[in-house]
């Protein structure tokens, strides 16, 4: 079971994205976080903050190339934190910072993208009355996520 929920930086906060009620005060630079739990293990945790719009934008691309069959690797926008995607037939292997393998998880691919594209979506969906100027750029990246 994978579980997936956003968070933007509200002062030295972070609010669920579904509790956001602004405002943005840099649409270029959007702090929050991204949990991701896969079989109640956490893989990605809300300490790791960052640019979590760009976070998201990654994450869309590593899925594309799952998806396709290539591994996908990326760092967090503004962290030397690594996210590694290992597509193995019909499963993934996420695994965060490779040099902590305790940060790793495998699930199949529809289970991944079960969990992710509903909680991205809804993520770009929130920020858009927030961060009027990047609506085109999020209309962008849900038009890229896999099926």
């Known amino acids: 079971m994978v579980t997936v929920q956003s968070f933007l930086k509200v002062d030295a906060n972070l609010v669920s994205v579904e509790e956001f009620a602004g405002p943005i005060i840099d649409e270029d630079y959007i702090e929050g976080a991204i949990e991701l739990s896969v079989d109640r293990r956490p893989i990605l945790t809300r300490e790791m903050v960052d640019y979590v719009d760009q976070l998201w934008a990654y994450l869309i691309r590593g899925l594309g190339e799952v998806v396709a069959g290539r591994e996908f690797s990326t760092s967090y926008p503004d962290m030397p934190l690594e996210i590694m995607f290992r597509p193995q037939r019909d499963r993934v292997t996420i ?45 962008k990246h849900i038009s890229r996520w896999p099926h």
């Open 95 to 139: 695994i965060v910072d490779p040099r902590e393998r305790n940060m790793e998880a495998s699930l199949s691919i529809e289970e991944l993208l079960a969990g992710m594209v509903p909680a991205g979506t809804l993520f770009f969906e929130r920020l858009r009355p927030y961060a009027p100027g990047n609506q085109s750029m999020y209309d």
